[in-house]
C-alpha cells in the first residue's frame, strides 16, 4: 500500500483546509486509516482515524468539533476537513494506515501553516 497525501498550504486563522488521502492498492474493512500531525520541536501526534469498514470515527480531542474525517470508497481515498483552523493547528500531517496485524503504512507529508 502507498499512500499520497495532498492538500496542505498556507491560511490564516479561522480558515480552512482539505486534505486528501489517496491509497494505492486495495484497502479492506479491518484497516484503520487516519492522520497524524508533526509540528516543529515536537512529537508526531494523533489528529483522527476512521475505520474502513464503517462510520466510526476517531479524534484528539483539540481538534473534536474542527476537523472532520471521510472516505470516499470507490476512489480509495481518505480526507480531513480541516475548519477553524489556529496557529497551533500548524504541523506537517501524515497520512497513516494500520492492519489489523500492526503493520503501519505512512504516506509523505503535507504541510498546513496556519497564521495569526
Known amino acids: 500500500v502507498q499512500l499520497q497525501a495532498s492538500g496542505g498550504g498556507s491560511v490564516q486563522a479561522g480558515g480552512s483546509l482539505r486534505l486528501s488521502c489517496a491509497a494505492s492498492?486495495?484497502?479492506?474493512?479491518?484497516?484503520?486509516v487516519g492522520w497524524f500531525r508533526q509540528a516543529p520541536g515536537k512529537e508526531r501526534e494523533f489528529v483522527a482515524a476512521t475505520r474502513w469498514s464503517d462510520s466510526r470515527t476517531y479524534y484528539a480531542d483539540n481538534v473534536r468539533g474542527r476537523f472532520t474525517i471521510s472516505k470516499d470508497k470507490p476512489e480509495n481515498t481518505v480526507y480531513l476537513q480541516m475548519n477553524s483552523l489556529k496557529p497551533e493547528d500548524t504541523a506537517v500531517y501524515y497520512c497513516?494506515?494500520?492492519?489489523?496485524?500492526?503493520?503501519?503504512?505512512w504516506g509523505k507529508g503535507t504541510l498546513v501553516t496556519v497564521s495569526s
Open positions: 497513516r494506515l494500520e492492519r489489523p496485524s500492526g503493520m503501519v503504512y
Open positions: 492498492g486495495r484497502l479492506y474493512s479491518s484497516h484503520l
